[in-house]
């Protein structure tokens, strides 16, 4: 079972972060100025003996490869900014590249929507995505070539595993996808495996997705749409929960502070798992996803999003059953995790002072109860 999981690389400085976010951002920033929204929100999260570190530095990088492998992980899917060949917090992958003591599998998702300001509510376009013409599309892929070459990039039948996250706002889809084929076959390959990160079963309703070998079932986000299904009902139903949370862990009868948004966003951690595991998948290309954790209040703030609940031991049971769905369900060596290091969404594997190396432990558990890993 190779579990990948998702990697962001915004742990260092850029100009553009300064010039949009104030002088030194990095998402440390948002993760430091994270207060608690309620009463017990275990906020903010601090990594274990404060290793705020800076991924410009090779010796983290080696750290956290060699952490994974440790612990069960089979590679990292790295973020990759590209806007019309600006490249962002390229830095980290580029290093890696070079570095072979890195040493573990990778593949890369291209996050290809515009920077805005929406972690503060504005609608400010901070550098749009447009997707130019062949000429550009092949800048594109020349610059992955190096990527997609080297012995630890992760491929299916000798063909680059290269993830999109929102294909559907691509007008060209078809005509790029078709061309990335080709030129990979002209440079030895036997083509592209092309995936997409799915938050919604109907995301590709209206498109051809026929370039696709695989639809990744992004979660936690895939899961919420079940739940979501009647948005009222639901929104009712989460409200009630979450007062009857919040009195069951204070002993009060509480509201959430400020605008009350985020009693409409508050989602019990067992109910997000229960809809994870009670899916089938919808066709052959369905990758089942898993989830270690989510609170994006340190971006958002009130309007944010919080799974409540989550402990180290209910990730393993869960994720131990999603080990096994995933190869007699969907029939797949394949899952990708969100997430490694996503520390202002809540969704980290890595070390903290709250739960230590458990959540890393329970993936290796996991693996284990599968007959994954030799005990």
Known sequence: MRIIAFYLPQFHNIPENDEWWGDGFTEWVNVKKAEPIYEGHEQPRVPLDGNYYNLLDDDVKIWQAELAKKYGIYGFCYYHYWFNGKLLLEKPMEQMLENKKVDLPFCVCWANEPWTRAWVGEKKVLIGQEYGTEKEWK?????????????????????????????????????????WDKLAKENGFDGMCFAYQNIDFDLLKDKDDSMFTYNIEFQPHYAFYDLNA??????????????????????????????????????????????????????????????????????????????????????????????????????????????????????????????????????????????????
């Open 139 to 179: 800048e594109h892929f020349d610059y992955m070539l190096p990527f997609f070459r080297d012995d630890r990039y992760i491929k299916e039948d000798n063909r680059p595993l290269y993830v999109i996250y929102r294909p559907e706002i691509i007008p060209c889809l078809q005509e790029m996808l078709a061309l």
């Open 230 to 375: 009647d948005r009222h009902k639901y929104l009712r139903a989460m409200k009630r929960k979450a007062s009857q949370w919040l009195e069951k862990r204070t002993g009060k009868n509480l509201k959430f502070v400020g605008n009350g948004k985020l009693v409409n966003n508050f989602v019990e951690y067992d109910d997000a798992w229960n809809a994870i595991l009670q899916r089938t998948p919808t066709s052959e290309k369905n990758v089942p996803g898993a989830f270690v954790g989510w609170d994006n209040t340190p971006r958002h703030g009130k309007s944010g999003r919080v799974y409540v609940g989550d402990t180290p031991e209910k990730f393993e049971k869960y994720l131990t059953e999603q080990i096994s769905r995933a190869k007699n369900v969907y029939h797949k060596d394949l899952m990708f995790m969100y997430a490694w290091n996503e520390w202002a969404e809540g969704g980290y594997l890595e070390p903290d002072e709250r739960s230590g190396y458990r959540n890393l432990e329970a993936i290796r558990n996991a693996l284990e109860a599968n007959g994954e890993l030799p005990r």
